[in-house]
T-cell receptor
Framework: AAGVIQSPRHLIKEKRETATLKCYPI?????VYWYQQGPGQDPQFLIS???????DKGSIPDRFSAQQFSDYHSELNMSSLELGDSALYFC????????????FGNGTRLTVT | GDSVTQMEGPVTLSEEAFLTINCTYT??????LFWYVQYPGEGLQLLLK?????DKGSNKGFEATYRKETTSFHLEKGSVQVSDSAVYFC?????????????FGKGTRLSVIA
C-alpha cells in the first residue's frame, strides 16, 4: 500500500539559510500534519491542514510556514535556520479529522551547521 | 492539557521474555489511544489502537487494553524477539475536546538480545 512520502530524506543547511520540506500524503487522505522530533525526544506537533486549510497550530516557530496544495501535498518552509532546528521532521496524513490514526512518513533529517 | 506518561527506558530483555511498557494518560474528553513503534532510521508506525474504554488493541503479538478507571494503556507482548528492538511511543488523540492532534509520551527504547 502507498505510504506517506517525504523529500528529501536528508538535508544539510547552514545557519540563516532556508529549507523546504515536502510531503505527499497517502492517496485520498485529506489531512496532513507536521511534527518535529529532536534527538532522543518525542515528536512535537507543529501544524496541520485539512482540505488545504490550516486546521491546528502547535509549537511552530514564526520563522516556519507551511501550506497544503490542491493536490493535497504539503510543504514546510523554514527560514533563518538555527542550530536548534536540527531534527527529524515528520509528515503524517489521515483520512478525516477526529481521532483517526495518523500514518507517518520516514521523515526528513535536517542538519543545520 | 492532555498528556501521556510512559515508563522510562531503556528496557533490555532477552529473547522470548515477557514485555510490559506502562503508559498512563491525562485527558479532559474521550480520547483514542495508540501505540506507535519507531525502528532505527525510520518513521513512526502505528502498532495498535483503542478508541473507547475496555477496547483491546492487538497487532503482531502486542496487546494493550484501554483502562478508563486507571487511565492506562499498557503495552504487553508474551515473547519478544530481537526484531522488536525499537522505540515505542504511547499517544492519545483527544480531538473531541478540541485539543491538538496526537500527543506523544517520551518514548521507551526496547533492546532485545539473543
Amino acid at each position: 500500500a502507498a505510504g506517506v512520502i517525504q523529500s528529501p530524506r536528508h538535508l544539510i543547511k547552514e545557519k540563516r539559510e532556508t529549507a523546504t520540506l515536502k510531503c505527499y500524503p497517502i492517496p485520498r487522505h485529506d489531512t496532513v500534519y507536521w511534527y518535529q522530533q529532536g534527538p532522543g525526544q518525542d515528536p512535537q506537533f507543529l501544524i496541520s491542514f485539512y482540505e488545504k486549510m490550516q486546521s491546528d497550530k502547535g509549537s511552530i516557530p514564526d520563522r516556519f510556514s507551511a501550506q497544503q496544495f490542491s493536490d493535497y501535498h504539503s510543504e514546510l518552509n523554514m527560514s533563518s535556520l538555527e542550530l536548534g532546528d536540527s531534527a527529524l521532521y515528520f509528515c503524517a496524513s489521515s483520512l478525516g479529522g477526529g481521532n483517526s490514526p495518523l500514518h507517518f512518513g520516514n521523515g526528513t533529517r535536517l542538519t543545520v551547521t | 492539557g492532555d498528556s501521556v506518561t510512559q515508563m522510562e527506558g531503556p528496557v533490555t530483555l532477552s529473547e522470548e521474555a515477557f514485555l510490559t511498557i506502562n503508559c498512563t494518560y491525562t485527558a479532559t474528553g474521550y480520547p483514542s489511544l495508540f501505540w506507535y513503534v519507531q525502528y532505527p532510521g525510520e518513521g513512526l508506525q502505528l502498532l495498535l489502537k483503542a478508541t473507547k474504554a475496555d477496547d483491546k488493541g492487538s497487532n503482531k503479538g502486542f496487546e494493550a487494553t484501554y483502562r478508563k478507571e486507571t487511565t492506562s494503556f499498557h503495552l504487553e507482548k508474551g515473547s519478544v524477539q530481537v526484531s522488536d528492538s525499537a522505540v515505542y511511543f504511547c499517544a492519545l488523540s483527544d480531538r473531541t475536546s478540541g485539543n491538538t492532534p496526537l500527543v506523544f509520551g517520551k518514548g521507551t527504547r526496547l533492546s532485545v538480545i539473543a
